[in-house]
């Protein structure tokens, strides 16, 4: 049995519990979940991947990996992890963009196509290659820096002789820098791109710039009729020493045009910034944007998240439009409030006039100008912050504010802008040249080679990277601390470090302010801000895994120290001080980043808490999963329990962890997995549902009640399900025989009717009916005529089975009649609905459709999702008979379609497989492929083909194998197995 010695003590295994729910599951069944991605995903989740840009012409591969149609010169993504030589960079972004979409409205997509067609021309005239294309920009590498200078100046002459439409004017600006940045496989990379991107920035529409590196290369090798002028040395954004920068000047460019766009060109006391701004470009065109109307936006977020940082980077985008300067007002080293006025006025260099308020002086300097003030780290002091950002605003028109602060600062005309964790890859296993689409792996990659210069993102680590970046929630202050460990750990060491992230992420840096010395810090100094209760509630949430609902939330939080009544409020308090994520969809969950759940985690374990957090965590999902559990034996299954228990399943996986590890739990942990086995029988978890169950069942192996006997019998269909039908008939009849001796006769006659179930399947009918008279006696001597009918309609099958068919019939027949006095609906759908199939089987093709035809009707009118897939997909074997192709694919796929969306795993590979069968004729190929898919998504789940499914099944592979020729079906079948079920659905005319 998995799990830890019953001798730990308490503490051990409140720390082992909760530290399992900081790791991913490792359940194999498939994820044809329904989250967080809607939809039918992998079985790995290798779904709907974005391909990125490829980087072409100046970039190789080994040869060895090149694909089978590209030479070892053809144009390649990036090789991995070497220097890509000289290479001139060259980045284009049009001025004014937002001017030009306001007066062109849905127009300004087709200016921009022209626009962007126009440049491409130049730019691959002159042996450019585009790089990427963001936004109004194009980025574009050029062998030398001849070249790249050439196409900007032909690029900008063609912009200037366009006429644009309604008179609007088209202007670029551009920069050209040459070095030697690195070309690994998520792209270029360096500080060489960034400092490309940096001097276009500076620039004006119309205007050419160039740094000192691209100048000193092409010496006197100029383009005719162009020249350099000289511009001197300029600060800026990101880059730690100033850039001397040179105009280009050429007969049909402007050459007239006000000071570059520099750190230095308004007054201001932004901080040099000494190592790249990754990603965030979309965030900082919302901030900018948002800025315009607000007069103020509040960054928001989490410790380490990255708020000041997207400040700093706003602002020194906006310096140009300050002419009372832009001014950085960092307030994280302040407790006491009295001190946050005179911190504003030293960052704008004003001092206190004897005699005068300094608010009243400060007013008055910032009197007909416009001043953009940034209020860094607001949080310990945010009273004072708001009343001193309201006086301000209120009595200064051309002022302007940022602020950075865990929750907002709560005044009139405040703007809140949550800032989001970096972009993060699926939890799929991505290709290496995917991951350069991601901001977090980009800036891991970034930071790791400042600490170790020879560090590339590879093919080898490519996986742990990106799992690294998905455990730290795309959080740039941890993942930059993590980069740095690259000096003594591989990233696959780190990956696996991560449970204890607040030993591994220490930073090394002795200028760093202390709370971003290491990720504990970071969190520290939120927590000692929250009042006690607050805290409580955080510690207490750790428990969940991931996210829990309102009223989960309520129950497990509350306590001596917490009504229940109150946890309301406090989660809201949580939300607003960024600790708490609110998720937008669904209803009302809360979620805890991992990081700050780990951080929980380990305050419950010091406050002695754990234990009793745990409990309430499980008996809260035990309840929850016995409320759910009737619902599923009604007929028609619940999709809202369905959809419900979905959502908390990795809660409910951790409540039957906790119940098998907790001395004396372990009958609640039977419970749970006896009240649940039907959820996992519906989604597909055959393999994770009958290993609880079994695990539970050994663990209270001297219960001898109903309970038991019930987790026998979940047991038992899950192994059916499975085709394991020796361990699914040795645990239906232990479920018998302890249902006999405990001699609740309804619960033998169904238990009986499982173990015949069995018997039909494995061919052994004179088993199956003594079994099927046996619960028919039972129920009729109850007076239990409706379960007499299930019987009835199940001894039919065996009845055909002999070679009866009109015993058979009768037995449908009154069975459906009783099914219908009774005015059960489901069940009289049911009963048509084999009755169809048994007459299908006697080739009486119109009885059977008709008997179909009843039960879809009825399936559609009660809203039994399962009910019309069936239906559907017996209608479609009836086509399929009849040699109706085109019929039968339209009834599987809106089957397939229903399967897909209930994450009914068993039937969504049996319906591939009957899909298959349909394309067979036209199409071996796409069906073989098929085949493939759906024996894999079987093998993920062990659900085996049923033994009087497989003459059929090997039937059908004979005709493609003819069809095809035994290797080429082969081939077809393995590129199926290899694939993720959308991908192959995706390719087919469904």
Not at 26 to 45: D, I
Not at 865 to 885: K, N, P, S, W
Request: net charge negative; hydrophobic share 45%.
């Amino acid at each position: 049995m998995v799990g830890h010695p019953r001798g730990a003590s308490a503490e051990q295994r409140g720390r082992r519990a909760l530290q399992r729910r900081d790791r991913p599951c490792s359940c194999r069944r498939p994820c044809l979940g329904r989250s967080p991605a809607r939809g039918l995903s992998a079985r790995t989740c290798r779904l709907n991947r974005v391909q990125p840009r490829r980087v072409a012409s100046l970039m190789t591969v080994d040869p060895a990996e090149a694909p089978p149609d590209a030479s070892p010169d053809a144009p390649t993504p990036a090789q991995t992890g070497r220097r890509a030589g000289t290479v001139t960079f060259l980045f284009t972004d049009i001025e004014g963009s937002t001017r030009l979409v306001q007066a062109l409205g849905d127009r300004y997509a087709s200016l921009l196509a022209e626009h962007h067609a126009h440049l491409r021309q130049a730019f691959d005239a002159a042996g450019g290659t585009q790089v990427d294309a963001s936004g109004d920009g194009l980025f574009y590498a050029f062998p030398t820096a001849r070249a790249g200078l050439t196409g900007a100046i032909t690029g900008q002459r063609a912009l200037a002789a366009r006429t644009w439409p309604d008179g609007v004017t088209v202007r670029d600006r551009m920069g050209l820098h040459t070095g030697e940045p690195v070309s690994g496989e998520v792209g270029y990379v360096g500080i060489d791109v960034h400092r490309a991107a940096r001097i276009s920035a500076a620039g004006h529409g119309g205007q050419i710039l160039i740094s000192q590196t691209a100048r000193d290369l092409m010496g006197g090798d100029l383009p005719a009729d162009a020249r350099l002028v000289d511009l001197g040395a300029h600060r800026l954004k990101d880059l730690a020493a100033p850039e001397r920068l040179f105009q280009v000047v050429a007969d049909g460019l402007a050459q007239d045009f006000p000071a570059l766009r520099s750190i230095d060109a308004r007054p201001n006391n932004l901080p040099r910034q000494l190592t790249s701004f990754v990603g965030r470009q979309s965030e900082v065109g919302e901030v900018k944007r948002i800025l315009a109307t607000a007069p103020l936006v509040t960054l928001t977020g989490p410790g380490g998240v990255g708020k000041t940082r997207l400040a700093l980077e706003v602002a020194g985008d906006l310096l140009e439009g300050f002419d009372g300067g832009t001014w950085f007002v960092e307030l994280a080293s302040l407790s006491d409030p009295a001190f946050v006025l005179q911190a504003v006025a030293s960052a704008l260099g004003m001092g206190e006039e004897p005699g005068r308020p300094l608010l009243s002086t400060l007013v008055e300097h910032l009197q007909g100008h416009e001043t953009l003030i940034l209020l860094d780290n607001c949080e310990q002091v945010i009273g004072a912050c708001a009343e001193i950002a309201d006086a301000l605003l209120r009595a200064s028109p051309g002022v302007r504010m940022l602020a950075t602060s865990r929750e907002g600062l709560g005044i009139p005309g405040e703007a809140l802008f949550p800032v989001p964790s970096l972009s993060l890859p699926s939890v799929d296993r991505p290709g290496v040249e995917e991951l350069g689409q991601f901001d977090s792996v980009r800036l891991f990659a970034e930071r790791a080679m400042a600490a170790s210069p020879a560090f590339r993102v590879t093919s080898a680590n490519g996986v742990a990277i990106a799992q690294i970046c998905r455990r730290l929630d795309g959080v740039p202050l941890a993942i930059e601390l993590a980069a740095a460990r690259v000096r003594a750990l591989t990233p696959d060491q780190i990956a696996g470090r991560l449970d204890d992230r607040f030993r591994l992420l220490t930073g090394s840096s002795r200028i760093s302010v202390p709370r971003h010395q290491t990720l504990r810090a970071t969190i520290d100094w939120s927590y000692e801000l929250l009042a006690d209760d607050e805290r409580a509630v955080l510690r207490r949430l750790s428990v969940f895994a991931p996210s829990c609902s309102l009223e989960a939330a309520e129950t497990v939080c509350a306590g001596e120290d917490v009504a229940e009544i109150d946890v309301l409020d406090l989660l809201s308090r949580l939300v607003d001080k960024s600790l708490l994520v609110a998720e937008a969809e669904g209803q009302g969950r809360y979620r805890l980043l991992e990081t700050i759940r780990q951080y929980a985690r380990d305050r419950l374990l010091e406050s002695g808490e754990a234990t009793e957090a745990l409990r309430r965590h499980r008996d809260w999902y035990l309840a929850l999963a016995e409320q759910a559990a009737p619902e599923f034996f009604r007929g028609i299954e619940s999709r809202d329990w369905l959809e419900r228990l979905e959502v908390e399943h990795d809660n409910l996986r951790a409540a039957l962890q906790w119940s098998e590890d907790e001395p004396g739990a372990a009958t609640a942990g039977l419970r749970l997995a006896a009240a649940f086995w039907r959820f996992w029988e519906i989604r597909g978890y055959l393999i994770e549902g009958r290993t609880w169950l079994e695990r539970m069942l050994a663990a209270t192996a001297s219960d001898t009640s109903v309970l038991r006997a019930n987790a026998l019998t979940g047991a038992g269909i899950l192994a059916y399900m499975q085709g394991d039908y020796a361990a699914a008939s040795a645990l239906h009849e232990q479920s018998l025989e302890l249902h006999r001796r405990l001699g609740d006769r309804n619960a033998i006659a169904y238990a009986a009717n499982n173990l015949a179930n069995v018997a039909v399947l494995r061919g052994d009918y004179a088993q199956a009916r003594e079994l099927y008279e046996l619960g028919m006696r039972i129920a009729r001597e109850m007076g239990d005529d409706r379960g007499a009918a299930f019987g009835l309609m199940n001894m039919a099958e065996v009845v055909a089975h002999e070679g009866d068919e009109a015993g058979a019939r009768r037995h449908f027949e009154q069975s459906i009649a009783t099914f219908r006095r009774f005015g059960d609906r489901w069940g009289e759908a049911f009963a048509l609905d084999n009755f169809g199939l048994v007459t299908c089987r006697q080739r009486q093709y119109d009885a059977a459709r008709e008997l179909h035809d009843q039960a879809l009707g009825i399936s559609r009118e009660l809203g039994d999702q399962r009910g019309i897939a069936r239906a559907l997909t017996h209608l479609a074997d009836v086509a399929a008979e009849r040699g109706e192709a085109v019929e039968a694919m339209a009834l599987l796929r809106e089957s397939l379609a229903i399967r897909r969306a209930l994450g009914d795993v068993p039937g969504v590979a049996s319906a591939m497989e009957k899909v298959a069968w349909v394309l067979g004729t036209n199409d071996p190929v796409a069906a073989a492929r098929l085949l493939g898919c759906a024996e894999a998504l079987r093998e993920s789940i062990r659900a085996h083909l049923p033994p009087v499914a497989r003459s059929d099944h090997e039937a059908g592979v004979g005709r493609l194998v003819a069809a095809m020729g035994a290797e080429a079906f082969s081939i077809a079948r393995q590129e199926g197995h290899a694939k993720a079920p959308d991908e192959i659905l995706a390719t087919l005319p469904l």
